[in-house]
């Protein structure tokens, strides 16, 4: 699954003379084993250890988020813990009027997705950095600026602003459900068709194409094939071996100043599907199966990314997903209306035949 060779000519080089971008990256990035014992170090190096916001769950509270509190407030830090709840617009403005009646120096999101999200948007909001600490590897948006917002039934993602740290304790990571690193996995691999969707909106509605950005995404998705053998359920190596991709998946969208190396045809499929089916899957399980079919309508090769999501044990079709045949074919036709302006390898839409042929084609309904 290498680069197509016409991405090395020049009119698939990044212009830089089209606008002026801004890149957000993480100053500090540490992962491994108990590392949240160094969470008042990297607070005191940032010159952020004075008043901190801790959000988190009820859950992940348990877990991380008061072994952190109380580590800070033995260093001598001022410390306050939001538990948060939906990740939604009115919760978002109850954490930041909690947030600004505190007057922190950073926020901390302390979670596998939610928290992490709703700390993003709520200390933007604030105009005060914030640090990401995840509790599992499920999904890129760690590292990313984009945050996953629900709103009337939808799920909607929205510009945030990246986190000026990154604190992943690989051990606690490995002790989450093994279910949550595999849809890790899933969110990684589908850089793949994202990537080939971004290159076909270069070429067929002049899209600016950052090919420093596509090839940290495809170096992210590789690093995760390349180790499906490895990624086993409680190993301390799968965990680390995962939130490497997962921090160099979310840098890839810095470098593109957008989600495009890591969203494609596959996450708007993801995002039908939240829609539709009663049960929704897991963000990354979604997007892993779809990068199965958006594959096959690529002409790529989508055993070899379905063969490896099957070594490391996650799912690669509906009914593994608990979803119905019918909702995957009616989310495949509800796709390219998600996001509309995002140019994909679905172009207008798809034939019911179409859609059910790729599905039953790729083994993704029976």
Same mark, same amino acid.
């Given at each position: $699954?290498?680069?197509?060779e016409?991405? &090395?000519?020049a009119?698939?080089r990044?212009?830089?003379?089209?606008?002026m971008k801004?890149?957000?990256?993480?100053?500090?990035?540490l992962?491994?084993?108990d590392?949240?014992n160094q969470?008042?170090?990297?607070?005191?190096k940032l010159?952020?250890n004075e008043?901190?916001?801790?959000v988190?769950?009820?859950?992940?509270?348990?877990?991380?988020g008061?072994?952190?509190?109380?580590?800070i407030e033995?260093?001598?830090?001022?410390?306050?813990?939001?538990?948060?709840e939906?990740?939604?617009?009115?919760?978002?403005?109850?954490?930041a009027?909690a947030? &600004?009646a505190?007057?922190?120096?950073?926020f901390?999101?302390?979670?596998s997705g939610r928290?992490?999200?709703?700390a993003?948007?709520?200390?933007?909001?604030c105009?005060?950095?914030?640090?990401s600490i995840?509790?599992a590897? @499920?999904?890129?948006?760690?590292? @990313?600026?984009r945050?996953?917002?629900h709103s009337d %039934?939808?799920s909607?993602s929205?510009e945030?602003?990246?986190?000026i740290a990154?604190?992943?304790d690989?051990?606690?990571?490995? &002790?989450?459900p093994?279910?949550?690193?595999?849809a890790g996995? #899933?969110?990684?691999i589908?850089n793949?068709?994202?990537?080939?969707?971004?290159?076909?909106a270069?070429r067929?509605?002049?899209?600016?194409f950052?090919?420093?950005a596509?090839?940290? *995404?495809?170096?992210?998705?590789?690093?995760? $094939?390349t180790?499906?053998?490895?990624?086993r359920?409680g190993?301390?190596s799968?965990a680390?071996?995962?939130?490497? *991709?997962?921090?160099?998946?979310g840098? *890839?969208m810095s470098?593109a %100043?957008?989600s495009?190396? *890591?969203?494609?045809?596959?996450?708007?499929?993801?995002?039908?599907?939240?829609?539709?089916?009663?049960k929704?899957?897991?963000?990354g399980?979604?997007?892993?199966?779809g990068s199965?079919?958006m594959?096959?309508l690529?002409? #790529?090769?989508w055993e070899k990314?379905?063969?490896?999501l099957?070594?490391i044990?996650a799912?690669?079709?509906?009914?593994?997903m608990?979803i119905?045949?019918?909702e995957?074919?009616?989310a495949?036709?509800?796709?390219h209306t998600i996001?509309?302006?995002?140019?994909?390898?679905?172009?207008s839409g798809?034939t019911?035949?179409?859609?059910?042929?790729?599905?039953?084609?790729t083994?993704?309904?029976?």
């Amino acid at each position: $699954m290498k680069f197509n060779e016409e991405n &090395k000519n020049a009119e698939w080089r990044e212009d830089e003379t089209r606008s002026m971008k801004w890149m957000e990256f993480p100053r500090e990035v540490l992962i491994g084993k108990d590392v949240l014992n160094q969470i008042p170090a990297v607070l005191k190096k940032l010159k952020m250890n004075e008043r901190v916001f801790i959000v988190t769950g009820k859950n992940t509270a348990g877990v991380a988020g008061k072994r952190i509190l109380d580590s800070i407030e033995n260093a001598g830090g001022v410390c306050e813990m939001y538990l948060s709840e939906k990740a939604s617009p009115k919760e978002i403005e109850k954490i930041a009027e909690a947030g &600004k009646a505190f007057n922190p120096n950073c926020f901390l999101g302390v979670g596998s997705g939610r928290s992490i999200d709703l700390a993003k948007l709520s200390s933007k909001n604030c105009d005060v950095p914030f640090i990401s600490i995840p509790t599992a590897a @499920s999904h890129d948006g760690i590292v @990313s600026a984009r945050a996953s917002i629900h709103s009337d %039934g939808k799920s909607e993602s929205f510009e945030a602003q990246a986190p000026i740290a990154v604190v992943a304790d690989t051990e606690m990571i490995a &002790k989450a459900p093994f279910r949550l690193l595999a849809a890790g996995c #899933g969110d990684v691999i589908s850089n793949y068709t994202s990537v080939l969707d971004w290159e076909l909106a270069s070429r067929h509605q002049n899209e600016p194409f950052s090919q420093s950005a596509s090839i940290m *995404a495809h170096m992210s998705a590789d690093m995760i $094939m390349t180790s499906a053998d490895l990624i086993r359920p409680g190993l301390e190596s799968s965990a680390r071996i995962v939130i490497k *991709a997962l921090v160099l998946s979310g840098a *890839a969208m810095s470098v593109a %100043g957008s989600s495009r190396p *890591a969203s494609g045809a596959e996450h708007m499929f993801s995002h039908a599907l939240d829609r539709i089916a009663k049960k929704p899957a897991l963000h990354g399980e979604q997007c892993a199966v779809g990068s199965i079919m958006m594959m096959y309508l690529h002409g #790529g090769d989508w055993e070899k990314i379905r063969n490896a999501l099957i070594r490391i044990g996650a799912p690669t079709s509906a009914q593994e997903m608990g979803i119905s045949n019918d909702e995957i074919i009616e989310a495949l036709l509800r796709a390219h209306t998600i996001r509309p302006e995002r140019y994909t390898i679905l172009g207008s839409g798809l034939t019911p035949s179409a859609a059910e042929k790729m599905a039953v084609v790729t083994k993704v309904v029976q």
